[in-house]
């Protein structure tokens, strides 16, 4: 199956931003459109912002003119320049194609507390 390793979150402070990466371990051209998605404590995972391989992006409303999602098909990665991160933007965030497989990576811990 493909690898999905993501890096990139940490601990900040709201108003803050983070750049988060993704490696996928295959083609990113070949699988099509990414997405990053997030799973906050107690909640679901939900999609937060995704990609086409022309570079067309959508984002979830919480998001929108805050986060930009980018994507390098020659180093097969995706990104998430997030930016006036909020407390409710604390979460565990993935990247996978969209739609998902049933499978995901390890994600990255993004946590926003004053």
């Known amino acids: 199956q493909v690898q999905l390793v993501e890096s990139g979150g940490g601990l900040v402070q709201p108003g803050e931003s983070l750049k988060l990466s993704c490696v996928v371990s295959?083609?990113?051209?070949?699988?099509?459109?990414m997405g990053w998605y997030r799973q906050a404590p107690g909640s679901e995972r939900e999609l937060v912002a995704k990609?086409?391989?022309?570079?067309?992006?959508d984002y979830a409303d919480s998001v929108r003119g805050r986060f930009i999602i980018s994507r390098d098909s020659a180093k097969n990665a995706i990104y998430l320049r997030m930016r006036n991160l909020q407390v409710e933007d604390t979460a565990v965030y993935y990247c996978?194609?969209?739609?998902?497989?049933?499978?995901w990576g390890q994600g990255t811990q993004v946590t926003v507390s004053s």
């Open positions: 295959e083609s990113i051209f070949e699988i099509g459109v």
């Open positions: 996978n194609k969209f739609p998902a497989w049933d499978y």
């Open positions: 990609i086409s391989t022309g570079h067309l992006t």
